[in-house]
T-cell receptor, first 107, second 122 residues
Framework: EILMTQSPATLSVSPGERATLSCRAS??????LAWYQQKPGQTPRLLIY???TRVAGIPARFSGSGSGTEFTLTISSLQSEDFAVYFC??????????FGPGTKVEI | QLHLRESGPGLVKPSETLSLICTVS??????????WAWIRQPPGKGLEWIGS???????YYTPSLKGRVNISVDTSKNQFSLQVNSVTAADTGLYFC??????????????WGQGLLATVSS
């Protein structure tokens, strides 16, 4: 099973600032890595897949990078609606699919 | 637009069976393009993939729940189902259904249901 870790657990930023979230896999997942955003009481929303491809309709301020075991989600200028929990997920080797524990982005 | 909706009892007694259904609408369910999955989230915690089923009934499960879980499909009703046996309080959480591409292409969970809170309590 591929273990996913994320850092930091909580990221405190101000609106308009840049946020950088990290995700690490216990072994290479190539670029088979997705990022999801989840707001309180809502369903996770797919933001990025293939490590760096934005889903249609996701603002350009969200960008993903990395390959192998190290990945980054960057939000270039945080908007109020971006405060949420972000999960990474590998789909390189399954079963099982595995998720990271999440990073909470708070004001 | 594809739509997934979970249904089932929100309260289950310890040692009994949790049974949920996901109904898929707005798209073709009985095709080979996707797997249909169950994912759960304990209160205040992260996401755990439970298992996935193909339109022909072939299924995969997470090792930690294998033996207690069964996922089946009913293409005539555009539904797939989850059963978790011998539940404990640790099975309490939000249960989501979702879809993902089949191997070898593989891919993320692109469509999700709204989630259903299942509580295990006497």
């Amino acid at each position: 099973e591929i273990l996913m870790t994320q850092s930091p657990a909580t990221l405190s930023v101000s609106p308009g600032e840049r946020a950088t979230l990290s995700c690490r896999a216990s072994q290479s997942v190539s670029r088979n890595l997705a990022w999801y955003q989840q707001k309180p009481g809502q369903t996770p929303r797919l933001l990025i897949y293939g490590a760096s491809t934005r889903v249609a309709g996701i603002p350009a301020r969200f960008s993903g990078s990395g390959s192998g075991t190290e990945f980054t989600l960057t939000i270039s200028s945080l908007q109020s609606e971006d405060f949420a929990v972000y999960f990474c997920q590998q789909y390189y080797s399954w079963p099982p699919f595995t998720f990271g524990p999440g990073t909470k982005v708070e004001i | 637009q594809l739509h997934l909706r979970e249904s089932g009892p929100g309260l289950v007694k310890p040692s009994e069976t949790l049974s949920l259904i996901c109904t898929v609408s707005g798209g073709s369910f009985d095709r080979s393009d996707y797997y249909w999955a169950w994912i759960r989230q304990p209160p205040g915690k992260g996401l755990e993939w439970i298992g996935s089923v193909y339109y022909n009934g072939y299924s995969y499960y997470t090792p930690s729940l294998k033996g207690r879980v069964n996922i089946s499909v009913d293409t005539s009703k555009n539904q797939f189902s989850l059963q978790v046996n011998s539940v404990t309080a640790a099975d309490t959480g939000l249960y989501f259904c979702a879809r993902h591409p089949p191997p070898p292409a593989s891919g993320p969970f692109d469509y999700w249901g709204q989630g259903l809170l299942a509580t295990v309590s006497s």
